[in-house]
């Protein structure tokens, strides 16, 4: 836009200076700098609405990866205390797998056979 077109320097030479004239009457430079400037200024606040836009998703996404750690460390730590509790509560009681293994045992050395065991 701001470049002489070619049809100026070739086909008609003389028209050239109607050219130049017909620019600076309609002040075509400093409205093409003004426009410049205004899709500068839209671009920038395009870049930082962009930039806010991220920013909120991953601030999102920072959150949800944290809350699911907090609920994985709990579930772990209501694992670990519910097999402690299971635990504590089997310690006065007889485990029947064993008692069953045991009554197994006596028996086979009662019939005679050592070698089962």
């Known amino acids: 836009m701001l470049d002489t077109p070619n049809f100026f320097w070739d086909a008609e030479p003389t028209l050239h200076p109607l050219?130049?004239?017909?620019?600076?009457?309609?002040?075509?430079?400093p409205r093409i700098q003004v426009l410049n400037e205004r899709c500068r200024v839209f671009l920038d606040l395009a870049e930082i609405l962009s930039d806010s836009i991220a920013?909120?998703?991953?601030?999102?996404?920072?959150?949800?990866?944290?809350?699911?750690?907090?609920?994985?460390?709990?579930?772990?730590c209501s694992e670990v205390f519910l097999r402690f509790g299971i635990l504590s509560t089997q310690k006065g009681k007889p485990d029947p797998a064993a008692i069953a293994t045991a009554a197994a045992a006596v028996q086979r050395l009662a019939s005679g056979s050592f070698t089962e065991l």
Do not use: F, G
């Open 19 to 29: 050219y130049a004239a017909v620019r600076e009457y309609l002040e075509i430079k």
């Open 55 to 76: 920013d909120t998703k991953m601030t999102r996404i920072t959150w949800i990866i944290i809350i699911l750690i907090v609920l994985s460390i709990l579930v772990t």
